[in-house]
């Protein structure tokens, strides 16, 4: 069974259609006992940085997180929250990552919203998937390069496309939302 | 590198397509999930269903075909129609959409689009302007068009983005329907004066104007209806076109 956490930020439910046309079952919850004894665990999101750790701290849900054994993957910012620091709202995250989250520099259109390419990329997430492959962004912050980075993206400069340490695997974009090359990667997710 | 975007429109009426559509293996042309199935395995980039009724019986219809779209749908969309209050956005975001479009009840009372972006995020506000010139100044209208505000185009685009939009889709009337073209001149205008993303609509006739329009403002993405609707130029033709133009799209 994958559990999807449920917390204050939207987009919750589109992870679990994705999950769905996988034939995958899910269930989105909050309670640590089904988190801690789920097969693994999504960590989604599209939102506020600070409201969203305040939510999870109110709920001891950040102690849940980080004593995680099995893989976890966190999108946007179940990402973010995942590194040290976020710009947004002066955020201290849950430093499962060594990268801090900073607002774009505004030198082009913020968010970065669209489909955008990978200018490196490794690990098992990506397995079958090709640097030329777009997938879906929508984010104003952006993760710093640090040496959790597992692929990388350029928009204004490059960043963080997708981290991992240990258990810990984190996407920027929205697999969720980038076609077939979304189900790809959470497919190598689910495979794990 | 980011890629501009190519975004089908589709128009709901009673939770069915409105213009005709003529796809030869659509089973259901009226169904908009069908509809939208084929655009996705075509290759565009994201969906706009805008709800033309929009009416407080069919809010609960539309949330229903909401879900059923964000059920089979891979890619971001985008839902549209009689937004009035954080309370009907709630809704459709919790039916599955990605983002909503706000328009006249944007200018009405611009503080709902802070109202959405601070309960749902920046990038779940689209703010649709609807806008041609009136003695020689682009000025914003309302109501479908049908009535003319005392605002300025790049002033009200600017003010959008200072209250909170992610994004604006920018339709010019005068285009809108004609197929002769983008109007290069307010999309290039407004783009320059925001820092959001742009979506260009109104007038695609030709593949041709998408390129006019990608290559000539700083558009990010391009809509259409009536010309996918009708077959007359598909997506995975026009993206290469524009690739062999030199412009940035996912093919």
Not at chain 1, 66 to 74: A, D, I
Request: glycine share 8%.
């Amino acid at each position: 069974m994958i559990a999807i956490l449920k917390y204050n930020a939207g987009n919750i439910r589109s992870v679990q259609n994705a999950l769905t046309r996988l034939g995958c079952e899910s269930i989105i919850t909050d309670n640590p006992t089904e988190l801690l004894n789920a097969d693994k665990v999504i960590f989604p999101g599209v939102g506020e940085a600070s409201s969203a750790m305040q939510y999870l701290k109110e709920r001891g849900l950040d102690k849940t997180i980080v004593s995680l054994k099995q893989p976890v993957l966190g999108i946007c910012l179940g990402l973010q929250l995942m590194c040290r620091y976020s710009e947004e709202n002066d955020t201290e995250c849950l430093k499962i990552f060594d990268s801090d989250v900073r607002l774009f520099p505004p030198v082009n259109k913020i968010p970065h919203m669209g489909w955008n390419n990978f200018l490196t990329m490794k690990g098992e997430l990506f397995k079958g998937v090709a640097l030329e492959d777009d997938v879906y962004y929508v984010h104003s912050y952006y993760p710093e390069v640090s040496s959790c980075t597992s692929a990388t993206c350029d928009y204004i400069l490059p960043f963080s496309a997708s981290m991992q340490y240990e258990n810990f695997y984190a996407t920027q974009f929205h697999p969720e939302k980038s076609a077939e090359i979304g189900e790809k990667i959470l497919r190598n997710f689910l495979e794990l | 590198m980011l890629k501009r975007r190519i975004i089908p429109c589709l128009d709901i009426k009673d939770g069915r397509t409105v213009k005709g559509v003529n796809f030869v293996n659509l089973r259901d042309a009226g169904d908009p999930v069908e509809l939208a199935k084929i655009y996705v395995k075509q290759g565009a980039d994201e969906l706009v269903f805008l709800d033309i009724t929009a009416t407080v019986e069919n809010r609960k219809a539309l949330a229903g075909l909401v879900e059923r779209i964000a059920a089979e749908i891979n890619i971001p969309f985008t839902v549209g129609g009689g937004i009035d209050t954080v309370d009907d956005v709630a809704i459709l975001i919790k039916a599955g959409a990605d983002k909503v479009t706000v328009n006249s009840s944007a200018v009405k009372r611009p503080g709902l689009i802070t109202e959405i972006a601070s309960q749902f995020g920046n990038q779940c506000v689209v703010v649709a302007i609807d806008t041609k010139p009136v003695d020689d100044e682009w000025i914003v209208f309302v109501n479908g068009g049908r009535t003319p505000t005392a605002l300025r185009t790049v002033i009200w685009a600017r003010k959008v983005e200072e209250l909170g939009a992610g994004e604006i889709l920018l339709t010019s009337m005068n285009n809108d329907g004609t197929r002769l073209g983008f109007s290069i001149d307010i999309t290039g205008e407004v783009s320059r004066n925001v820092n959001i993303p742009v979506i260009a609509s109104g007038g695609a006739g030709s593949m041709e104007h998408f390129s006019e329009v990608f290559f000539n403002t700083g558009c990010s993405a391009a809509l259409a209806a009536s010309i996918f609707h009708f077959g007359e130029i598909n997506i995975p033709d026009l993206k290469k076109y524009l690739m062999n133009k030199k412009i940035n799209v996912r093919l």
